[in-house]
């Protein structure tokens, strides 16, 4: 029985019946100028086949030379994943034959990796925090891309021919795996995504790559199997391959999940392969028999010296690390006072450091929060844009708060200038000064509207004269409209009472 002739299973029902175990390879390619093993250059849209060398060509007699760049940054990165950092390492063959491979063999890391046996932590949603053992990290080169065109899905099959770019072969990679990761239960989606996605930020604050998902930079290969309860051995294992967001990696493992337990429910088998993950429709697809280390071939690189970083070396690197997303987002949380939900609602959004940038620049955090969660988070889901990319600055919305606080302009009219700033009219100040937005703040002023006011509406008061103080919401909503909104309610109150009494 194929996986592909059966329907799915409920995921609730599946994992209730069934323990899920994951494990994830994840690849980032590091932000090196240069390539892994030769000086070619390294930049994303150019040319087709502009950035190669005879090295990542694989052409005869070319001899590859590492990059210390690459070297370092993957020292960061074991550090930041608590890793023991190898004192010698060498680099292997690893064989196989795709055209995007012209050496017909890709040089990785297989038996000595620059980084093993580290753990990471990963905190879910709800604020729960789940430890994920990281088995190895190690050095390799990336593949060219190939695309294949014509046919109905993109891939190999039913194309009529392919194209190959080599101008990614040889960009240096990391690719960090992990040990099977058990104890998830249902919430193993939900893990696999947090981990991803804490892998990113790490290599974000790390500044070792860029980690776009959407151009390649970070990508996962999700593993799953299932077994009939914890205490079972490991069942057979799907690599979905190449899983690009993160919310593809979270469906990816529900899909598997609900599939494998149909294939199991009735009496088949798991088949070891590698799948196809595919966005449109959710589902996965056979890719091919997943191979086993041996039939790689692996041998060690006779053109490689291996690479011993000195203790030193590491020591100094280690000394250099940032502080790490985690630690930092529990860190400004107290500082800021913000509830548990708060803060997560920041860190979904994208928002935590245009709101550190905001309050550095000196406004308080919950005026901070207060727009870049409330007024722009609306904005940026209306545009479909992430909110960092919307054309408003820190510290213009510092100066807006810093109006509203000062009293020139009120909440309402400070959602006006940031319309203003949005559109490109400039900063906060300059906003207020052309559209003539800032409050009225002249008694003199406010006195000529409030008897203007009060003279179309004598039953309002008298009474308020007569003790009913309810009505004159009447006649400050009559002033603040004379006044397109640009009076201060309290005050204005202030003076129509005074002046009815």
């Known amino acids: 029985m194929t996986a592909t002739s059966v329907d799915l299973v409920d995921y609730a029902d599946a994992t209730r019946r069934y323990d899920p175990v994951i ?9 090196t100028l240069t390539k892994m093993f ?27 030379v590492v990059n210390g760049k690459a070297v370092e940054y993957a020292i960061r990165i074991g550090l930041a994943l608590n890793c023991e950092i190898a004192e010698s390492c060498r680099f292997a063959r690893k064989n196989y034959f795709y055209p995007d491979v012209p050496k017909n063999f890709q040089t990785s890391q297989y038996d000595e990796p620059i980084a093993h046996d580290g753990w990471i932590d990963v905190e879910l949603e709800d604020g729960a925090v789940f430890r994920v053992e990281i088995e190895r990290a190690h050095m390799e080169e990336d593949a060219g891309k190939n695309t294949h065109v014509g046919g109905a899905t993109g891939r190999i099959h039913g ?30 989606p939900e893990v696999a995504r947090a981990y ?40 057979t294992r799907t690599e979905t391959k190449n899983v690009n967001s993160f919310r593809s990696v979270e469906r990816a493992v529900r899909y598997e999940v609900s599939r494998q337990a149909a294939v199991l429910d009735a009496g088949g088998t798991v088949v070891q392969e590698t799948r196809h993950w595919h966005e449109d429709t959710g589902i996965t697809t056979s890719g091919r028999v997943k191979s086993d280390a041996e039939d790689y071939r692996y041998f060690p690189e006779p053109d490689l010296v291996p690479v011993a970083p000195p203790r030193e070396w590491i020591e100094e690197i280690r000394a250099t690390l940032p502080e790490l997303p ?13 509830a548990d939900a708060e803060m997560r609602d920041v860190v979904n959004a994208g928002a ?13 955090p919950a005026g901070a929060r207060k727009w870049w969660m409330g007024e722009l988070a609306r904005r940026a889901k209306q545009d479909n844009v992430a909110i960092a990319e ?95 909104g640009q009076a201060d309610a309290g005050r204005v109150r202030e003076l129509v009472l005074e002046r009815i009494g």
């Open 23 to 31: 494990g994830i390879e994840v690849h980032v390619e590091l932000g």
């Open 38 to 64: 030769c000086p070619a250059e390294v930049s994303f849209g150019a040319e087709p086949n502009s950035q190669v060398t005879p090295v990542s060509l694989g052409l005869p007699g070319a001899l590859p």
């Open 159 to 188: 194309a009529e021919y392919s194209l190959v770019d080599y101008n990614r072969a040889g960009i240096p990679l990391v690719e960090i795996v992990t040990r099977p990761i058990t104890g998830a239960g249902d919430r193993a």
């Open 196 to 235: 991803v996605q804490t892998l990113r930020d790490i290599f974000r604050a790390l500044d070792v790559s860029e980690a776009r998902m959407e151009r390649g930079n970070v990508r996962a290969d999700v593993n799953l199997s299932l077994r009939p309860s914890p205490d079972a051995p490991l069942g």
């Open 326 to 338: 985690v630690a930092r987002r529990r860190r400004l949380q107290g500082e800021w006072g913000y």
């Open 352 to 364: 935590i450091d245009l709101i550190e940038a905001t309050v550095a620049a000196g406004t308080s």
């Open 390 to 484: 919307l054309p408003v600055t820190p510290a213009q919305i510092a100066q807006l708060q810093g109006l509203v606080d000062s009293g020139r302009i009120n909440d309402k009219l400070a959602r006006l200038v940031l319309e203003g700033v949005l559109a490109g009219e400039g900063d906060p100040e300059q906003v207020v000064a052309a559209r003539g937005l800032e409050v009225v703040s002249d008694d003199g002023a406010l006195l000529a509207a409030i008897d203007e006011a009060l003279a179309a509406q004598p039953d309002v008061v008298e009474k308020v004269r007569g003790g009913n103080q309810g009505p004159v919401g009447a006649i400050i909503g009559a002033v603040m409209k004379a006044t397109r």
